[in-house]
């Protein structure tokens, strides 16, 4: 009779133990499809539900956090926003600017920046052409610097990264020459020479290449084959060129003046007069 009741007891107790107590516990991370070809049972599937919800509430709670730093970060931007504003407002009163002003410094230094880059990406031979521009941007920034807004510190450091950036643009300029040629095939004069497209393009600018070959030139109206020009850089006539210019005008005026007193009269009105021709 004991050991009866020992053995209805042991069925008891094997009938009243839950299936999955046998089973290994279920893993919670598997993916959907792992689920769908094993599925769980529904105390497994109480296992997963209760561990997701934990981890939900985890999650939320890290989510607070972080919201709550957000604001507090967003609410120091502000602050910090507001403090430089009121800095900004001050230096532009030390440098008696208005921030309209400031700004528009600040873009100005911008579009120089951007053509010393366009300049910078050009090669030697280019580069070395355009000289006169490197020349004209150093004399641009040097106006920027006579402003007091180029003090700002920003600025200031923006213009010395500039000026730097300029220096190192100068190229030596290679002068261009000409060879002169006779003038039964090229039909070589200053004139013609400086009409060239591959020149000046422009006959009006013949006194440069006059001026350039002093040394070679001596009169504008006669110039030998074979010589040697150089072409000075093109652009519009220098001073000593204008000068030059008009003083061979009135020296050719002169010599007009001169050649025409020496036609001779006519004795009569009848008899017509020999005039030597003016070459």
């Excluded at 939900?56 to 970060?73: P, R």
């Excluded at 591959?198 to 010589?227: A, C, E, H, L, S």
């Amino acid at each position: 009779m004991k050991h009866l009741l020992l053995m209805l007891a042991g069925a008891l107790i094997i009938f009243s133990t839950p299936a999955f107590s046998q089973e290994a516990p279920p893993d919670c991370n598997a993916s959907e499809n792992t689920m769908r070809t094993k599925p769980y049972t529904r105390d497994q599937g109480d296992i997963c539900i209760k561990e997701w919800a934990q981890k939900v509430k985890e999650l939320e709670e890290k989510l607070n956090g972080l919201q709550m730093s957000i604001q507090k970060l967003n609410a120091d931007l502000q602050s910090e926003n507001t403090a430089l504003s009121n800095s900004e407002s001050e230096i532009a009163a030390l440098l008696e600017a208005t921030k309209e002003q400031m700004d528009a410094f600040g873009q100005k230094i911008g579009v120089l920046e951007g053509k010393v880059r366009g300049l910078k990406s050009l090669g030697e031979s280019a580069l070395a052409d355009r000289q006169d521009e490197v020349k004209g941007y150093e004399a641009e920034l040097n106006a920027m610097r006579g402003n007091k807004i180029s003090l700002y510190t920003p600025f200031f450091n923006r213009i010395v990264d500039i000026a730097s950036e300029i220096r190192s643009l100068y190229r030596e300029t290679k002068a261009k020459e000409y060879i002169v040629g006779t003038w039964a095939e090229n039909r070589d004069c200053l004139w013609n020479i400086a009409s060239r497209a591959d020149i000046y393009g422009d006959p009006f600018q013949w006194p440069k290449v006059w001026q350039g070959n002093t040394d070679q030139i001596r009169n504008p109206d006669i110039i030998i084959p074979g010589q040697r020009l150089k072409l000075p850089a093109a652009g519009p006539k220098t001073s000593d060129e204008v000068k030059a210019e008009r003083s061979y005008w009135r020296k050719k005026r002169a010599a007009m003046v001169v050649r025409t007193s020496e036609v001779v009269p006519s004795a009569t009105p009848s008899t017509p007069s020999k005039v030597n021709s003016i070459k």
